[in-house]
C-alpha cells in the first residue's frame, strides 16, 4: 500500500517559523474546474520545500487531492473521519517524505453521510476543530469544495486567508463578484478572513481570448491583489496527476514549470503573514582542499 505519496530528492531546511499562530488558507473560487486543487497541492509543497511546517487539507468531498495522489490515499482515513466520527487530526494525517509536510485526504465518505459532513462543515464547527488542532503547524491548507456553497462559508469563517484561482476566460471576471461579496459579509458578521491573493490559472499566451482576459483582469483588478506569476495550461499537469506526485517531484529534474509555484510561494509569504528566521551568517568556504 502507498503510504507516502510525494517524495523528496533532498531533505528540506529545518522550520524556522517566526510567529504564534498557524496561517489557515483556504483555496476557493466561486467556479468549479480552475485549477483549484493543482494549485493547493503544488502551493503547500512548496512552501514545505522552504521550511514550514505544511498541513494540506482536503475538503472537497470529491476527493480531489486523494485522487491527484493515490487510490489508496483516497481511500483511506481522512477528513471525513475527523468530521463524522471523532478521529483526531493527527490520526488521519498522511505522512509525507518531506517531515514537515502532511496530507489529511478527503477519505471514504458514503453518499448517505454527505448531508452530515456538510452541516457540520457549515455551521463551523468542524472547521473549527481543524484549526484548534492545527496550532502546531506553521501552515493549513485546505482545499475548499468547488463553488460558494455553505460548506465552503463555513471553512472561510474559521480561515485567516482566502486564496482564489482565477480561470483565464471571459467567465472569470464575472464570478469574481461572487466571492468578493461573501467574503464582505463574512467581515460584517466580524469574521477577519482576507483575501490574499488572486492566482490567474489555464492562461495560454498564445490564444488572443485568453491574453485579452488576462489583460482585462490585470487592468481592472487591484495590482496588490493578482499574483504577478501566472499558472500556464500545461500537460505536465495531467502526467504529474497520473504519477502521483506534486508538479516539483515529478522526475529528478523538474519541469520548468514547477518553479511557478515556489515564486507564488515567495510572493505569498508576506501576505500570509509567513516569516522564517534568518540563518545564521556563515563563514565562506574555499573551493580548494
Not at 173 to 183: A, C, I, M
Not at 247 to 273: K, N
Request: charged share 20%; net charge neutral; with cysteine.
Amino acid at each position: 500500500m502507498r503510504t507516502e505519496p510525494v517524495t523528496a530528492r533532498n531533505s528540506p531546511r529545518p522550520p524556522r517559523w517566526v510567529g504564534a499562530y498557524p496561517s489557515v488558507v483556504v483555496v476557493a473560487s466561486p467556479k468549479g474546474g480552475v485549477g483549484k486543487t493543482t494549485l493547493a497541492l503544488n502551493l503547500a509543497y512548496a512552501f514545505a520545500q522552504i521550511g514550514y511546517s505544511v498541513l494540506l487539507a482536503d475538503a472537497d468531498p470529491q476527493g480531489a487531492i486523494g485522487l491527484s495522489l493515490s487510490k489508496e490515499l483516497f481511500a483511506s482515513k481522512g477528513l471525513a473521519d475527523f468530521v463524522l466520527r471523532g478521529a483526531s487530526l493527527d490520526q488521519v494525517a498522511t505522512p509525507t517524505r518531506l517531515p514537515n509536510f502532511k496530507i489529511i485526504p478527503m477519505g471514504t465518505l458514503p453518499q448517505d453521510e454527505l448531508p452530515s459532513f456538510n452541516e457540520q462543515m457549515a455551521n463551523g464547527r468542524a472547521p473549527a476543530r481543524m484549526v484548534r488542532e492545527s496550532q502546531s503547524r506553521d501552515l493549513l491548507i485546505v482545499d475548499a469544495p468547488g463553488g460558494l456553497a455553505p460548506a465552503t462559508r463555513g471553512l472561510l469563517r474559521s480561515a485567516t486567508h482566502v486564496i482564489s484561482p482565477i480561470q483565464a476566460e471571459p467567465l472569470a471576471s464575472r464570478t469574481l463578484p461572487q466571492l468578493v461579496d461573501t467574503l464582505a459579509e463574512l467581515a460584517v458578521s466580524g469574521n477577519k478572513v482576507r483575501l490574499a491573493a488572486l492566482v490567474l490559472t489555464m492562461v495560454q499566451d498564445d490564444d488572443p481570448i485568453c491574453s485579452e482576459v488576462v489583460t482585462e483582469l490585470e487592468r481592472n483588478l487591484p495590482r496588490e491583489i493578482v499574483i504577478s506569476h501566472r499558472v500556464p495550461r500545461s500537460t505536465e499537469f495531467l502526467r504529474a496527476s497520473a504519477r502521483g506526485v506534486p508538479l516539483g517531484q515529478l522526475s529528478r529534474r523538474p519541469p520548468p514549470l514547477a518553479r511557478v509555484f515556489d515564486l507564488i510561494a515567495a510572493e505569498l509569504e508576506p501576505r500570509l503573514g509567513l516569516q522564517l528566521q534568518e540563518e545564521e551568517a556563515d563563514e565562506s568556504l574555499s573551493l580548494l582542499v
